[in-house]
């Protein structure tokens, strides 16, 4: 079996396996008790043929090394790694909630939309202080669980993610693994990247909270490359009656095709700033 199939109460590492959370390209997760703690844990498995390929597992322990710089309450912690019987694994915090997709298809409440954002710049702000780029932020990876009378967020899967600065290449050329919907200018044209494309694709999620759909829907990839590129940044309050004018700034301001514009024709409100932090609260 090329992928990993591990059954209810089998041992894997020493964590006895509970269920399995989700299925990846790349890997399977499983819901895992800890093996001296009273504790579960998300397990995340390489499938095993992938295992013989460099690049990959290189991604994969990238993923474990960069997320254990991170010490942050929005972020989700790391907590080992090893190689077990031909399967490189990874033990995370697990989180008892869902993401922030399944709001896809539906207006989210603008004050909760604005919080759940709000929430996850945070835990970019400081992993950008330590000079860690996310690459991949979408509501996928932000994770939701029940707080005191609000959602508690947590930003996940540093998978492609990298240290600032950082000239090892771990993706084949060709290959493109952030997703399209929400991904910045810089990445879809082979710029250089940096803390201002989590920006633009935090802006891409809010849009998305807000509206219940990506900021440029297509039927194919390439469209939605082209979008990205060259269209004019969409208004949540063309979609969604009743949303604040302040919120299509801040979501302009974001998804500023250039990080750098400094057109006369570009109101300042809606340039990228040399730093990400959004102010979305009013």
Same mark, same amino acid.
């Given at each position: *079996?090329?992928?990993?199939?591990? =059954?209810?109460?089998?041992?894997?590492?020493?964590?006895?396996? +509970?269920?399995?959370?989700? #299925?990846?390209? *790349?890997?399977?997760?499983? &819901?895992?008790?800890?093996?001296? &703690?009273?504790?579960?844990?998300? &397990?995340?498995?390489?499938?095993?043929?992938?295992?013989?390929?460099? +690049?990959? %597992?290189?991604?994969?322990?990238?993923?474990?090394? =960069?997320?254990?710089? &991170?010490?942050?309450?929005?972020?989700?912690?790391?907590?080992?790694?090893? =190689? @077990?019987?031909?399967?490189?694994?990874?033990?995370?915090?697990?989180?008892?909630? !869902?993401?922030?997709?399944?709001?896809?298809?539906?207006?989210?409440?603008?004050?909760?939309?604005?919080?759940?954002?709000?929430?996850?710049?945070?835990?970019?702000?400081?992993?950008?202080? #330590?000079?860690?780029?996310?690459?991949?932020?979408?509501?996928?990876?932000?994770?939701?669980?029940?707080?005191?009378?609000?959602?508690?967020?947590?930003?996940?899967?540093?998978?492609?993610? %990298?240290?600032?600065?950082?000239?090892?290449?771990?993706?084949? !050329?060709?290959?493109?693994?952030? !997703?399209?919907?929400?991904?910045?200018?810089?990445?879809?044209?082979?710029?250089?990247?940096?803390?201002?494309?989590?920006?633009?694709?935090?802006?891409?999620?809010?849009? !998305?909270?807000?509206?219940? +759909?990506?900021?440029?829907?297509?039927?194919?990839?390439?469209? =939605?490359?082209?979008?990205?590129?060259?269209?004019?940044?969409? #208004?949540?309050?063309?979609?969604?009656?009743?949303?604040?004018?302040?919120?299509?700034?801040?979501?302009? %301001?974001?998804?500023?095709?250039?990080?750098? @514009?400094?057109?006369?024709?570009?109101?300042?409100?809606? #340039?990228?700033?040399?730093?990400?932090?959004?102010?979305?609260?009013?």
């Amino acid at each position: *079996m090329h992928g990993v199939d591990l =059954v209810a109460g089998a041992v894997f590492a020493g964590y006895r396996i +509970e269920r399995v959370l989700g #299925r990846g390209g *790349m890997g399977t997760v499983y &819901l895992a008790a800890h093996p001296r &703690l009273p504790r579960r844990v998300a &397990l995340k498995l390489l499938n095993r043929d992938l295992y013989s390929d460099q +690049e990959v %597992r290189a991604r994969f322990e990238r993923e474990a090394d =960069v997320s254990a710089r &991170l010490d942050h309450p929005g972020i989700v912690s790391v907590l080992d790694r090893g =190689v @077990e019987n031909g399967l490189m694994w990874i033990s995370m915090q697990y989180v008892d909630g !869902t993401d922030a997709s399944v709001f896809r298809g539906r207006p989210l409440d603008p004050a909760r939309a604005v919080d759940i954002i709000a929430q996850t710049a945070e835990a970019l702000d400081y992993a950008h202080e #330590r000079d860690v780029l996310h690459r991949d932020v979408k509501p996928a990876n932000i994770l939701l669980s029940a707080g005191r009378g609000r959602d508690r967020v947590l930003l996940t899967d540093f998978g492609i993610a %990298r240290l600032r600065g950082d000239a090892r290449q771990l993706t084949r !050329t060709g290959d493109f693994l952030a !997703t399209l919907a929400y991904a910045s200018p810089e990445q879809l044209s082979g710029a250089t990247v940096d803390h201002r494309s989590d920006q633009y694709s935090l802006g891409c999620s809010l849009y !998305t909270l807000l509206t219940g +759909e990506s900021p440029f829907p297509a039927d194919n990839p390439g469209a =939605v490359v082209a979008a990205h590129l060259t269209k004019p940044v969409p #208004r949540a309050s063309d979609q969604v009656s009743g949303l604040a004018p302040g919120l299509d700034a801040v979501i302009g %301001r974001a998804m500023a095709k250039d990080p750098a @514009e400094d057109s006369a024709a570009v109101p300042n409100s809606v #340039r990228r700033r040399p730093r990400h932090r959004l102010s979305l609260r009013r």
